[in-house]
């Protein structure tokens, strides 16, 4: 059993940053795989807004991040990072990593193999 532990979310304010972490427990090596990460708000489905394929550097960002997020890996450290800037009050949510996915130019699918327990992000002055 893969356990992913997130990190770095917290009170944001509006317009600011932010720098998600996520490793897996037990050195499962995220080199040869995919990594998602997904955003949960309250009253609206999970939607998965970056993933990457660490062993290509394939990236993806759905609409609502692109542009002002950046999806990276640290290989040597065996972490996968995002960051979100200008943040606003849509971003407010869980943040999600999971691995066993599917990455691909149309997003990322719905079915994960191992998912973190999420961190909670909020956006307020």
């Known amino acids: 059993q893969v356990q992913l532990v997130e990190s770095g979310g917290g009170l944001v304010q509006p317009g600011g940053s932010v720098r998600l972490s996520c490793t897996a427990s037990?050195?499962?090596?995220?080199?040869?795989?995919?990594i998602g990460w997904f955003r949960q708000v309250p009253g609206k489905e999970r939607e998965g807004i970056s993933c990457?394929?660490?062993?290509?550097?394939?990236?993806y960002y759905a609409d609502s991040v692109r542009g002002r997020s950046t999806i990276s890996s640290d290989r040597a450290a065996n972490m996968i990072y995002l960051q979100v800037s200008n943040m606003n009050s849509e971003d407010a949510g869980v943040y999600t990593c999971?691995?066993?996915?599917?990455?691909?130019?149309?997003?990322?699918?719905?079915?994960?193999?191992?998912w973190g327990q999420g961190t909670q992000i909020t956006v307020s002055s």
């Open positions: 037990d050195g499962f090596d995220l080199r040869y795989t995919a």
């Open positions: 990457i394929r660490n062993n290509n550097g394939f990236t």
């Open positions: 999971a691995i066993g996915g599917v990455c691909d130019s149309d997003g990322l699918s719905r079915r994960w193999d191992y």
